[in-house]
């Protein structure tokens, strides 16, 4: 199977907004909820938002109210709206379906956040 592509990482000011895509392969998107997670330095990687095919969402409570997750089941893609963002969100994110496989991490995309 192909690993999931993250893109749309970049250096934003804090207060600032992002929007991260993640492509990943029909046959596994099609069946499986997705979802974001994130490993900031020094910590371990930590779920941030997730949807299944139906389109219902959950997220961590660090970023309620501030990022959205939403997928395209025509482009097989997974994307996250991040506004608000704040020093402490800076970390690679991932996408992996939920619960993640250990086995379909991508390279993650960086974003960082300064103060």
């Known amino acids: 199977q192909v690993q999931p592509v993250e893109s749309g990482g970049g250096l934003v000011q804090a207060g600032g907004s992002l929007r991260l895509s993640c492509a990943a392969s029909r046959s596994i998107f099609s069946i499986n909820a997705m979802a974001w997670y994130r490993q900031a330095p020094g910590k371990q990687r930590e779920l941030v938002a997730g949807i299944n095919s139906g389109g219902t969402t959950n997220y961590a409570d660090s970023v309620k109210g501030r990022f959205t997750i939403s997928r395209d089941n025509a482009k097989n893609t997974v994307y996250l709206q991040m506004n608000s963002l704040k020093p402490e969100d800076t970390a690679v994110y991932y996408c992996?379906?939920?619960?993640?496989?250990?086995?379909?991490w991508g390279q993650g995309t960086q974003v960082t956040v300064s103060s």
């Open positions: 992996n379906v939920l619960p993640a496989w250990n086995h379909y």
